[in-house]
Structures are given as structure tokens and as C-alpha cells.
């Protein structure tokens, strides 16, 4: 069935549903504004190039993947879609994200890897309840302080940026689980980090770290993994025992993918 068939369909049946993945849209028809009883739309491994500004007229959008496209802006306005809990743009030429994101209360992930970010919004301190965050795989060099007031956030994925601090107020993530700092361009581990009440995994695999001061350890005691390996800092310091949470040196392959990656 052809795109507007199916965009007929969906309008007929009241889906709340639509996936039009994989169809080598440059445009949405303009026929997709009438769809406002959607919740969730996949928009995925398309070819679309301008802001699909037809997608603000569904106001009841919950889930919204735009993965795989080749967008180099998105809606200006989309801080409308006030029901949005889910956002995926990965793997398109965004370079920056709208401040207008802000807007999305309700949003709990927002995954935008491999976008050739070179910053984040400020706004984003406003998207309280988000858990999820992913914009690993950019050319971010800092990170706004306003990413302290995410509360709700859980897990964040940094890795493979060009990040060589972060801002004090990143230890204000008191619900943080899990952190990945992979390859980016640290010389040291951030003070910043330290005894962050929920913290579990902290991984900073092939960085510039070339050392960890002992008065830096007992803050990290609460972690359950503490990932440096692939760093200038290999040889693990006589004195440290009972500290086998850190890990150092070389990372051993396995077929098993790393949760970190």
C-alpha cells in the first residue's frame, strides 16, 4: 500500500499508530495534519530534508522517531507537542537541537546521536521529567550547567564528544544511574562526579586520564563500576585494595556488546 493509502487508513480506523519507516519520503504529505488522534508515529530511515512541520498539528503525540533522515533543522515550534514522552532524531545533520525542546514537559527520552551536535540547548534544564538522555557520538565541547536540574534523569550518554569537563552542578543529578564519558578529551576525572547519591556505573574508556588522587576514591565508593581502561593510567597503584570496582588497562573483546557503548 502506497503512503497516502496507508495515511487514508489510519484516518478511517482512528489508529493511534503509524509507522512509514523505510519509505524514501523527501516530504510528508500534507494529509498527515489530519491525523490528530496519533500517539505514536515512526518516520524512521526516510529521506526527508525539510522540518516535517505537519507533525504539529498532532497534538496527541506521544512517540515521535525521526531517526535516519536527513534533517538539518527540526520544527521550530515543536515545544507544541505537549504529550510527547518519546523523541528519537539520531543520524541526521542537525548540528544543534531548538531551544523550544524546553517545552516538552513531559518528555522522558530524548536520543540524538550522531547529529553532529556541537552544543546542547540551554532549555533542556527545564525537561524535569526526563530519565533518558542520549547524545553520545558529536562534536560537544561543554555542557550547559542548566543539565543539573534534570532530577528524574537516570541514564546519560555522553560518550564521543569532545568533552574535557563538566560543570559542578552535574553532581545535582541525584536519581543518576548510569553515565558513559568515552572518548572524549579528559585529562582527569571531574570533581563534579563525586558522591553522586545514585551513581552506579561511571565509564570514561579512552579518554587523556592519566591519574586518579586517592582523596577522589572515597567519593566513588558508592559506584559498582568505575570503567578507565583504555587510558594513560594502566598500572594500578599498590595501595589499592579492595578497590577492584575500578578497572584499568586494556579492554579484553567479547562477543557480548558493552552496555556502555
Known amino acids: 500500500m502506497d503512503v497516502e493509502g496507508l495515511l487514508t487508513e489510519c484516518q478511517c480506523k482512528q489508529s493511534e499508530l503509524l509507522n512509514i519507516s523505510h519509505r524514501g ?8 495534519s489530519k491525523l490528530t488522534q496519533l500517539k505514536k508515529l515512526f518516520l524512521n530511515d526516510n529521506r526527508l530534508l525539510l522540518p516535517p512541520s505537519e507533525i504539529l498539528h ?31 532524531v539520531n543520524n541526521n545533520p542537525l548540528t544543534v537541537l531548538p531551544e523550544a525542546l524546553g517545552d516538552l ?17 540551554t532549555s533542556i534544564g527545564k525537561l524535569r521529567n526526563l530519565r533518558k538522555l542520549g547524545v553520545h557520538n558529536n562534536t560537544i565541547a561543554t555542557v550547559p550547567s542548566e543539565l543539573g536540574r534534570l ?83 594502566t598500572d ?5 585494595k579492595g578497590l577492584e570496582f575500578i578497572l584499568l588497562g586494556e579492554v579484553k573483546e567479547t562477543n557480548v556488546t558493552d552496555i556502555s557503548d
Open 58 to 88: 498532532l497534538k496527541n503525540l506521544e512517540v515521535l522517531v525521526l531517526d535516519g533522515n536527513q534533517l538539518t533543522v527540526l520544527p521550530s515550534a515543536m515545544g507544541s507537542l505537549r504529550h510527547l514522552v518519546f523523541l528519537g
Open 151 to 233: 532530577q528524574k534523569l537516570q541514564w546519560l550518554n555522553l560518550a564521543g564528544n569532545q568533552l574535557r569537563d563538566l560543570p559542578d552542578a552535574v553532581n545535582d543529578l541525584g536519581e543518576l544511574v548510569f553515565l558513559n564519558l568515552d572518548r572524549n578529551d579528559f585529562w582527569h576525572v571531574p570533581k563534579a562526579l563525586t558522591d553522586m547519591a545514585s551513581l552506579q556505573v561511571l565509564s570514561m574508556k579512552s579518554n587523556s586520564i592519566t591519574s586518579l588522587p586517592d582523596e577522589m576514591i572515597l567519593g566513588f565508593t558508592r559506584l559498582t563500576k568505575l570503567d578507565l581502561r583504555e587510558n594513560p593510567f
Open 105 to 121: 514537559a513531559e518528555l522522558r527520552e530524548l536520543w540524538a546521536s550522531v547529529c553532529g551536535l556541537i552544543s546542547l540547548p
Open 25 to 32: 519520503l523527501v516530504v510528508l504529505p500534507p494529509s498527515m
Open 236 to 240: 594500578r597503584p599498590k595501595h589499592w
